[in-house]
């Protein structure tokens, strides 16, 4: 027959160390913000940390993510493509049949001032000689 007898590990047996004072266990005093880098520990950077994670998330739903991702970024290059070039189009366009177009339009406007100048002056005349052909003691016949 076989007897178990339970040892202890002189670990176990060890006291722990710990504050030496009451006042020591003070947990409602602020403690000390570490920062990122000495969490991460020499070799391990933020973006191992990022990569390390991946085991988390189950194979299917990465790959359901992953050509989410892929769908949404083609969408994205295909619309940027597709606007840039209707932009070009309208750019251009603008530049090649508006530029062209305004300066007929204020050329044209700057011809019909000028008639309407010269109709201007061509009344003005002709009232200055209606009255320089009467003469000042005659009256106007009615």
Excluded: C, H
Aim: charged share 25%.
């Amino acid at each position: 027959m076989v007897k178990l007898e339970e040892v202890l590990d002189e670990e176990f047996q060890r006291a722990q160390a710990g504050p030496d004072a009451e006042d020591d266990w003070d947990t409602d005093s602020e403690s000390e913000v570490s920062s990122d880098d000495e969490e991460l520990g020499p070799d391990e950077s933020f973006a191992d940390r990022i990569y390390a994670l991946k085991d988390i998330v189950p194979p299917q739903q990465r790959r359901f993510l992953s050509s989410s991702l892929s769908t949404a970024s083609s969408w994205l290059q295909t619309g940027f493509s597709f606007s840039g070039k209707t932009l070009w189009v309208v750019s251009t366009s603008a530049l090649l049949l508006g530029v062209p177009w305004a300066l007929a339009f204020a050329e044209e406007q700057q011809m019909q001032e000028m008639e309407r100048e010269m109709k201007m002056q061509q009344s003005a005349n002709e009232l200055l000689t209606q009255g320089a052909g009467q003469p000042q003691g005659a009256k106007p016949a009615l």
